[in-house]
């Protein structure tokens, strides 16, 4: 029996998305749930996997094609089985991509679908990769991180690149050009807006993080064996502290929607997370009634969705507010973008230990500069200055968190 596979409903803020990989080819052999393609958006990638066991019949949109809601990609054969996918090698032109089938009788099992693909179009050897997943399961970073490791300058692209991506220049030197994926053209977008449509200020100061080093250092372990292996980080005493501010200025917490003024009465804190595929923010909902345990859970839980490409587009919408960490690459100081319609972003940056003036003294000390960036037209001066020097308090005086003072 034929069957149609059809692209996901989408959600309305997102109109349309692009066929990024397939994984099967034409004629091959699939299990229930195996990965057929992935389906890039503005906002995420989807995963598109086999409703039955059967074979992939036909490909109806090839990589790079748009398309929309419940349209029709491919065609599947339930229950069918296909000997020729299984015993002999095949080369199947996908578009612009050509992928190379399994001939190695790798077992699927010990395989994500993107380590599987990469080990056929590199041939290699499943016995020289180590897996860091699951069960020893072999991820596709663990492919990459070998490719890396066993190639050199000298080494020939792989026969799928394709070739138009290199080039001589008129100096004669050699450029790579690759289209921007969309994840990472809608971030320029809203960055650019951001930037144009905004009144935005920053407003800087620095706090001494002694006092949360010290809990951290004093408790991770019982906090860790506590919360099931959820360790203690800064980013939950940021939030937390952040919520405890933003109670105390709504305007912070506030955004604009054309000439109005709006104020949510929740807190709603976005959590930049750097990925393969460009940054993203996932909200975390209703950060107000979580403890730092929780917050943690969800910012871990999102950096392994984060990476594996797995955040759903509704845990990037909303959010009243958002924590940026600088800090984790290195970075001393800088300006954070503010996230529409969001009035304010807070940067953190890298601790650095810093000779401080502290009671008439010189005293070496781990300091950390923070970055308010805030829309003037929303937020006045005496406002963002408060603000930011509520949450250097908090966190200088962790007690006050627990205190609410």
């Known amino acids: 029996m034929t069957t149609e596979i059809k692209a996901p409903q989408l959600p309305e803020s997102v109109p349309d998305g692009t066929i990024a990989t397939w994984y099967k080819n034409v004629g091959e052999n699939v299990s229930r749930d195996d990965l057929l393609v992935d389906i890039e958006t503005d906002k995420v990638v989807i995963e598109v996997v086999a409703p039955d066991d059967g074979v992939l019949a036909e490909i109806l949109k090839v990589s790079g094609e748009t398309i929309t809601s419940n349209e029709s990609i491919a065609k599947f054969e339930v229950g069918t089985k296909s000997e020729d996918s299984v015993n002999a090698p095949a080369k199947v032109d996908i578009g612009s991509n050509e992928i190379v089938s399994a001939s190695k009788g790798v077992e699927s099992a010990a395989l994500s679908p993107a380590a599987r693909k990469l080990i056929d179009e ?56 690759v289209p921007m994926s969309r994840l990472r053209a809608k ?28 809990i951290r250092a004093r408790y991770k372990d019982e906090f860790e064996k506590a919360h099931d292996g959820v360790r203690l980080g800064f980013m939950s005493f940021f939030v937390r502290a952040s919520i405890e501010a933003l109670k105390r200025f709504p305007a912070v917490n506030a955004s604009i929607d054309g000439n109005d003024i709006v104020y949510h009465g929740y807190q709603d804190i976005g959590v930049a997370v750097s990925s393969p595929r460009g940054l993203v923010v996932p909200v975390l909902r209703n950060a107000d009634n979580m403890g730092l345990a929780g917050i943690e859970k969800e910012i871990r839980s999102f950096g392994e969705k984060a990476r594996d490409g797995k955040l759903a587009i509704e845990e990037m919408t909303g959010g009243t507010f958002t924590v940026s960490n600088g800090g984790v690459f290195g970075s001393l100081l800088s300006t954070p973008i503010l996230n529409p319609p969001q009035t304010a972003i807070l940067g953190m940056h890298k601790i650095q230990d810093r000779p401080m003036a502290v009671s008439g003294e010189v005293r070496v000390l781990p300091m950390m500069y923070l970055a308010l960036s805030y829309d003037h037209r929303m937020i006045d001066g005496k406002e963002a200055v408060q603000f930011l020097v509520t949450v250097k308090d908090l966190l200088e005086d962790p007690t006050r968190l627990i205190l609410e003072i």
């Open 122 to 177: 590199n041939n290699l050897a499943v016995s020289e990769i180590s897996g860091t997943g699951k069960d020893g399961r072999i991820t596709k970073e663990d492919v990459l991180n070998h490719i890396s490791a066993h190639s050199s300058p000298a080494d020939k692209p792989s026969e799928n690149e394709p070739a138009q991506q290199l080039s001589i220049s008129s100096e004669g030197r050699i450029e790579e050009r």
């Open 187 to 214: 971030v320029a977008e809203r960055l650019l807006t951001a930037t144009q449509s905004t009144a935005m200020l920053t407003t800087f100061n620095e706090v001494n993080m002694q006092p949360v080093m010290d």
